[in-house]
Structure formats: C-alpha cells, structure tokens
C-alpha cells in the first residue's frame, strides 16, 4: 500500500535550471495537489487537479505547471528556477474527504 | 484577507491542560472543513473533519460557527504526544472535495 509517492526527496538546483517533481498514487483518487511549505508556514495551494485532463491554478502558481494525464500522475515542473522556490513541496490525493500527502520533496535552488 | 486565518502560537502549555484554536475562513460558501496534524519535517496528517452539528474524538472537539465562519478544535487532558502543528483546512469549492485551502498552522508544545 504505497499512497501518494512523491519523488526525488531531495534536490538542488542552480538558479535557472528546470526539474519535474514526480508524483504518483496508487489509491485512484480523482483529486490531486501540490503545496509548498515555507519554515514555520502553512501550506501554499500551487496546483490541483480534480481528475484525469484538469488542472486549475492556487494560490501561488506561477513559475509552476502541471499536467494530468493520467489518474495516477501529477508532476509538477518548475522552468526556470529561481532561490525563491526554495520550499518543501508536497504532493497529496484525495477522493472525498481525507486527503493524503507524500512525504515531500526538500528543493534547494542556489 | 486571507482565505483561510489562524493564530500561529506557538502555544505552550503543561501536561494535563486544555487547549483551543481558533481559525477563521473568507468564504461563505465553504463546505467542508477539517483539521490537519503536522509533525516537525512530516506531510501532514487528517486529525478529524468538522461538522456543523461539532464532532468529537477523544480528547479533541471541533466546532463549526458558519455564520461567523469560524472552526475551532478544543484538545482536552494534553500529552506530551500532542506536540505538533494543527492545521486548519478549508475546502473552498461546493463540492466535496476541491480547493483545499491551508491556514498557517497553529503550534502547539506540551512541556511535563
């Protein structure tokens, strides 16, 4: 029972680079997001997707884009890194109520 | 304002007392409601849903005021274990699930 797999757990980046953070879930949720964590934060709504071909924009989407091509799927791309998305991103599925998250990815852009 | 608004803390309480927080929400038109824990450097986990009519588990209450758009989460006899960030959560779409908004966290430590 893996949930919601969130990949690479850690990264740098240099200032200008592109990654994908990969996400993937297993349990067949229609709902799927990506959040930010800033130190001492809350969460910051960056995408979400309420099934296969939907995306819609949060709360701080932009330098971010998302695809849905799949149920399972959601990776988020960051283009042209920048110090400020320094953050630790989470990933989470939901169906109805309960959302689960993966375990976050630590991105450090220098 | 905000979406969603919650005072950050930190609270710091003794084993054995009680304690409450408070968040407040922008739309009215918010549906469902939850409350979130968040352990140091961990993903965040479903602590309980909150119900118009209030829930209870445990220890923990959580309450709904939707004319205030207010939700507040009560933690009774504190543990040490209690230690963490509660996350208040707004869903802001009509539907069941859909734009899961996050307040700031409140943090919360326990001390013997």
């Known amino acids: 029972n893996a949930g919601v797999t969130q990949t690479p757990k850690f990264r740098i980046l240099k200032i200008g680079q592109s990654m994908t953070l990969q996400c993937t879930q297993d349990?067949?949720?229609?709902?799927m997001y990506w959040y930010r964590q800033d130190p001492g934060m809350g969460l910051k709504l960056i995408y979400y997707?309420?099934?296969?071909?939907?995306?819609d924009k949060g709360e701080v989407p932009n330098g971010y884009n998302v695809s849905r091509s799949t149920t399972e799927d959601f990776p988020l791309r960051l283009e042209l890194a920048a110090p400020s998305q320094t953050s630790v991103y989470f990933c989470?599925?939901?169906?109805?109520?309960?959302?689960?998250f993966g375990q976050g990815t630590r991105l450090t852009v220098v | 304002r905000k979406e969603v608004e919650q005072d950050p803390g930190p609270f710091n309480v003794p084993e054995g007392a009680t304690v409450a927080f408070n968040c407040t929400y922008s739309?009215?038109?918010?549906?469902?409601f939850f409350w979130y824990r968040q352990d140091c450097r961990k993903e965040p986990k479903l602590l309980m849903s909150?119900?118009?009519s209030g829930n209870e588990d445990g220890r923990f209450t959580a309450q709904l005021n939707r004319a205030s758009q207010y939700i507040s989460l009560l933690i009774r006899d504190s543990k040490l274990s209690d230690s963490a960030t509660y996350l208040c959560?707004?869903?802001?779409?009509?539907?069941?699930?859909?734009?899961?908004?996050f307040g700031q966290g409140t943090t919360l430590q326990v001390k013997p």
């Open positions: 989470a599925s939901a169906m109805n109520t309960e959302a689960f």
């Open positions: 349990m067949n949720h229609n709902y």
């Open positions: 997707s309420v099934g296969a071909g939907i995306t």
């Open positions: 739309n009215s038109a918010s549906q469902s």
């Open positions: 909150v119900y118009s």
């Open positions: 959560v707004v869903n802001m779409h009509s539907s069941n699930t859909g734009k899961l908004i």
